[in-house]
């Protein structure tokens, strides 16, 4: 009984503190492997069949499943919309 109390309390003041943080902004998570200018190299790289997944992380130093997430990103970022497949039938 008396443990769950204790461990309620570092519950509690472990929420106020991420909420100080998060409040300062100085609670941002993880911060990402590649920057930007890198996943947008890593990318280019992949796309022009120069290196496969396993030699990008090795280049890159990372894993192969934050290059396979790297290459799903711009996947989604250039999918065309609905609107730009009307332009592109026409």
Do not use: C, W
């Not at 570092?10 to 100085?26: D, F, H, P, S, Y």
């Amino acid at each position: 009984m008396v443990t769950e109390f204790e461990a309620d309390l570092i519950r509690l003041r472990t929420r106020e503190g991420m909420r100080v943080a998060k409040a300062k902004g100085r609670l941002r998570g993880k911060q990402p492997k590649l920057n930007p200018r890198q996943e947008a190299h890593l990318v280019a790289l992949y796309r022009a069949g120069e290196h496969n997944t396993t030699e990008l992380g090795d280049l890159f130093g990372v894993a192969r499943s934050t290059v396979y997430r790297a290459i799903q990103r711009d996947e989604h970022h250039h999918k065309p919309t609905r609107e730009h497949r009307a332009i592109a039938r026409l």
